[in-house]
């Protein structure tokens, strides 16, 4: 059984920064990409950051600068870097492991709020 297991998130001011951790279990880690999204009420979820089996990174522009997406394949874990934080950052923020078409996991999801 596949599990993707977020934590982190939380309530942070502006300015402010978290870190996000996934820890999967039920998968080869090393073997997948691993990619954080986020879906804000009322937004589809969007693309925030992946990185691949090599360790090649990709961001949402919106991450660009701000955000940095590691792994620890020995530890299974992917992490999030979240710093200067704005208000327009606040969503649900959802770990995901994916391989092939049918080998593509979700976790439940970590709540993010930036706000004063």
């Known amino acids: 059984q596949v599990q993707l297991v977020e934590s982190g998130g939380g309530l942070v001011q502006p300015g402010g920064s978290l870190r996000l951790s996934c820890v999967a279990s039920?998968?080869?880690?090393?073997?997948?990409?691993m990619g954080w999204y986020r879906q804000a009420p009322g937004k589809q979820r969007e693309l925030v950051a992946t990185?691949?089996?090599?360790?090649?990174?990709n961001y949402a522009d919106s991450a660009k600068g701000r955000f940095t997406i590691s792994r620890d394949n020995a530890k299974n874990t992917v992490y999030l870097q979240m710093n200067s934080l704005k208000p327009e950052d606040t969503a649900v923020y959802y770990c995901?492991?994916?391989?092939?078409?049918?080998?593509?996991?979700w976790g439940q999801g970590t709540q993010v709020t930036v706000s004063s």
């Open positions: 039920g998968i080869i880690f090393s073997r997948y990409m």
């Open positions: 990185i691949s089996s090599d360790d090649s990174t």
């Open positions: 995901n492991a994916k391989r092939r078409a049918f080998e593509n996991y």
